[in-house]
């Protein structure tokens, strides 16, 4: 029996548990769980977006269970058929292996690969004919596989479905059935999918699958999701001084999720660090993922190869502002732009900010009720020319 | 090169072409052509609803082409996966290779089974594997799928539709690609599928098949198609005598259709013999499928037993009616109904026409506009027991 605080963790940040009970049941029946995750045959290159579910199967690993990749390179060797997609070259059997493998030392930043299984899912899939495909295709259908969201828009648009992308869906759910898996974990756009092997599992007469899902990972764009082909992303193998750099470019609104789903930092601690300054949170943030990544030692280096890169981009000689801090030693940030004169108002200062036209120490700042600690020194600019030094009214 | 009137010859009923063109060059190209039928891989029982499309094929056979009879087997030895039909049982390779079998013979009935192909398609499909499949759905949308009429009401009324349904007309359509079909014929209830072979077979480098459907013969009920399980057929195997009373029983609506779409009499010939006389018309067309499918000799004995039957249900003392005939000596149906009393006015004759209720020497007559050739001693009924015989007035 786990603790209700050990469940909690391991399950830190799910958006969605099919079934709770199920699945606490199952946790605690001491039987040694096979928890699957899919994962793309192409060469990765993890970032922080990955390590959301990564972190949480660390947990499940710790618990004692067996935490199994399932790399997709059954689609992968197929490519694309109906040729529509170029980013989708054809893997060898070869590649898929190779890439597998990397996926494997890859994770090792995250959890032990040595108490985890990789899978690939040609093994069943090639050996499966055509009458199989039916069997399995008869399981299942149009209607239920129309509502995946993303063939449930293209469809009502009249945008072309081909009748290989519904075939997907049974693929990937079958891949649980060959495993037995218990577990399956995914983000939320898998949430479709998975729910498939589940019930492909009942069809085939053993005991569905638990699905949870987790949240995708906001880029540092703060709009699309992080990937690497949006360059909007971590990644975990970055240099330290990288890490430490877009770790400041965190979109505020953007930062709590970042505390929750990529460090052990506590909500509640989080909150309270990004209230009380939202700048000193963007370097905790720095340099917990520093210390996760690259270990303790590298924090300071990071630290401070990254002030001499951003004080080259302030020139030496500029205005002084004075200003004046609350009883917490803060200042709201509409308050302190329009007190360094970098707007006439504050609903000016405001737009400046929504805007993302205003930086503290070379850090964006774009929530409108940032709250800062103000330090003597410390520069605010507006725009690339326009520079104010900070001095802390006594 | 064939003369128009050879290739109106194979045409003869045919209800769309696609396309007309490029079939007649196909014709006169010199090449002898491979010509497909799908076939139902379940025990035959061919009756005159198969011979529509038998006889034009045996037309184009004359003209030297390749019949190739093509089982489809596959899906007959899969069954029905989803197990909603219990009309289709798994089936044996044994069983469909027999039925293959009993299929050429009985198509002797109708053309030279030495000139023609018996083809199965499990000996590709079996060899497809799950990368095929994927390969071969990619070549066709969803959409294009659902403009199959069947598909398309029962989506529209939210009735379920399996993903395996929507791998067959694929299926089918890849015999065509598998066999290098030149020209492809089936009923019109085919066409959707036919017209996939075609489009695959472009998607897979050949030139695509031309294609030509066929009405499906309405059954002895004037409702539905023929077909032996609603018991409304003819079937070529059957003794001459039930022929003959099932001749008797065609519709008076359908018997035009009967006479174009499974016999060599002209249109113009059978629309004279309908229109001096539909009951004469009846026995015309039953002596000609005797012909067709016992022989000239079988006519005779199959005649006289049908009026000894017919007889039988005739009492042997009636009230007699003398009966007016025309210029043409012929009489409308209703005013003979009138005359004999049978009805107070034409247009309660007309009624009891419509509803089935009036029968000339056993025949049920039922177009009010049919005109009688009226003989001394000929009975007209009503239901079961009011017998009239006629008197010709001279």
Known sequence: MYTQQEIDFALRGAVQ???KEGLVDRLNSGKRLKIKLGCDPSRPDLHLGHTVILRRLKALQDMGHE????IGDFTGMIGDPSGKSKTRPKLTLEETRENGVSYLQQVGKVLDPNKATIAYNSEWLNAMNFADVIGLASKYTLARTLERDDFTKRFKENQPISLHELLYPLAQGYDSVAL??????GGTDQTFNLLVGRELQR???QTPQEVITFPLLVGLDGKEKMSKSLDNY???DEPAAIMYEKAMRVPDSALLEYFVLTTDISEEEA?????KDVVEAHRVFGKEIIRMYHGEAAIEEAVSRYATVASGAIPDKMATALVPLNDEKTIG?????????LAPSNSEARRLVQGKGIKIDNVVIEDVHAKIACTDGMVVSKGKN?????????
């Open 234 to 236: 971590i990644g975990i």
């Open 271 to 275: 909150k309270e660090i990004i209230q």
């Open 203 to 205: 069809d085939y007469g």
């Open 67 to 70: 935490i199994i990749f399932l």
């Open 386 to 394: 326009k520079f104010v030094r900070v001095e802390v009214e006594k």
């Open 17 to 19: 548990i099919f079934s």
């Open 180 to 185: 037995h898996a218990d577990v399956e974990v």
């Open 333 to 341: 940030i509409c308050d302190l732009v329009r007190i360094c004169g």
